[in-house]
């Protein structure tokens, strides 16, 4: 058992090491910040969060400020994990930076506007709960 305050690497979900308390509390931080972003900007369509939480712990960078990038597919990219391989250049068309979180969560708005939650459908038993989903 560790004490408060002790410096414990651990690798997170997306391969990051954490070597200090400071770290994951800055992390933590940072992730809630996120969260109240995407929670506010899907208020009206709730499946769109709970896709968040499950895709990226409602996280949009890392602690060195870089874009999150999915771990099996680094193509995808940000706070929706938008895969950059089929969607970078519609995004660019329509004048969104998948880079940034609100231009992320607009292409994400998009996707589901257009084709449900289908394009999330990798992560389904994650966030599938029943009435939640529409598959179009």
């Known amino acids: 058992m560790t004490s408060i305050g002790t410096v414990v690497p651990t690798e997170t979900a997306y391969g990051q090491i954490v070597n200090t308390k400071m770290a994951v509390e800055e992390t933590q931080t940072v992730s809630m910040d996120t969260e109240r972003i995407v929670r506010s900007y899907f208020q009206d369509i709730p499946v769109m969060v709970q896709i968040a939480r499950c895709e990226s712990a409602f996280r949009h960078t890392l602690q060195d400020g870089s874009v999150l990038k999915g771990r099996v597919d680094p193509a995808d990219t940000g706070v929706m994990q938008i895969n950059k391989r089929y ?31 289908q394009p999330w459908s990798a992560s389904a038993p994650c966030w599938n709960k029943g009435s939640l989903a529409i598959n179009i």
Do not use: F
Not at 88 to 116: C, W
């Open 87 to 117: 969607h970078a250049k519609t995004a660019a068309a329509m004048s969104l930076d998948l880079d940034d979180i609100y231009h992320n969560m607009a292409y994400a708005r998009h996707l589901y506007e257009t084709q449900g939650t």
